[in-house]
């Protein structure tokens, strides 16, 4: 295998995005913009959430509920109750912590202005946590982080590196995250003519022997990516 001629340019090389490299350049800013606009606003809306739930909480009604059936379902006691307001039958339903018998008594609170609204003592209503609101604006960030660091790589090397044949010696299966991948180990010729080696992870395996072109930073051999890239090209 050679070195395609595009990799022999002089230094450094004209790049440019490719189709894969703007989506990936505009949902990081997007990912910045929502993450601005959006955690302000989810943290207003747990903060009315709380609001909300701590009047149903203080203005409840408290009963007492009969448990009709029980059953068991992921791992949880679910009950179905009902209870009387006014001469009406108000049902209800709940998970519980433990096993409980049919026509068995719980006290049931609920909402005077709508009585089906309403919930066992053990299983209060809850409001959005307020923590997911930078939680979320953070996660956000972090991904928009990343996408500009792999993009802001993928062009240094492509301008700046040095390119060379690499042979598979090994490949193995490894795990990207949930998704199933192989661990390709590899080797290569650097600048002063040692043999360095590397790590290559992708969703399909590469044959023990097998080919391909790599492109290294000079100064650190083993900051390398497989050309082609997906989000990062040569310019014609």
């Not at 440019?16 to 606003?41: C, I, K, Q, Y």
């Not at 609001?51 to 009950?79: F, H, L, M, P, Y």
């Amino acid at each position: 295998m050679t070195i395609p001629r595009e990799l022999l340019r002089s230094k450094p090389r004209s790049v440019e995005l490719t189709g894969s490299g703007r989506v990936a350049l505009s949902l990081s800013f997007l990912l910045v913009v929502v993450a601005l606009v959006g955690g302000p606003l989810m943290h207003e809306a747990a903060i009315g959430s709380r609001e909300r739930v701590s009047q149903r909480v203080r203005q409840a009604v408290a009963a007492t509920g009969v448990i009709r059936t029980v059953k068991r379902d992921d791992g949880k006691w679910r009950v179905n109750y009902v209870f009387m307001v006014g001469g009406r039958t108000i049902t209800g339903k709940a998970a519980v912590k433990r096993r409980v018998e049919p026509q068995a008594r719980i006290p049931i609170f609920y909402s005077p202005s709508d009585p089906e609204d309403n919930w066992t003592g053990e299983r209060p209503p809850r409001a959005m946590p307020i923590f997911l609101a930078p939680v979320f604006g953070v996660l956000l960030l972090v991904v928009a982080g990343l996408l500009q660091l792999k993009l802001r790589r993928d062009r240094f090397l492509l301008e700046n590196g040095r390119a060379a044949v690499a042979v598979a010696r090994g490949s193995q299966a490894a795990s990207q995250g949930e998704a199933p991948g192989h661990a390709t180990q590899f080797e290569y010729r650097t600048l002063s003519g040692g043999t360095a080696s590397g790590t290559l992870n992708s969703e399909g395996g590469i044959a023990v022997g097998t080919e391909f072109i790599v492109v290294f930073d000079s100064d650190q051999p083993t900051k390398l990516v497989k050309y082609p890239l997906s989000m990062v090209r040569i310019a014609e």
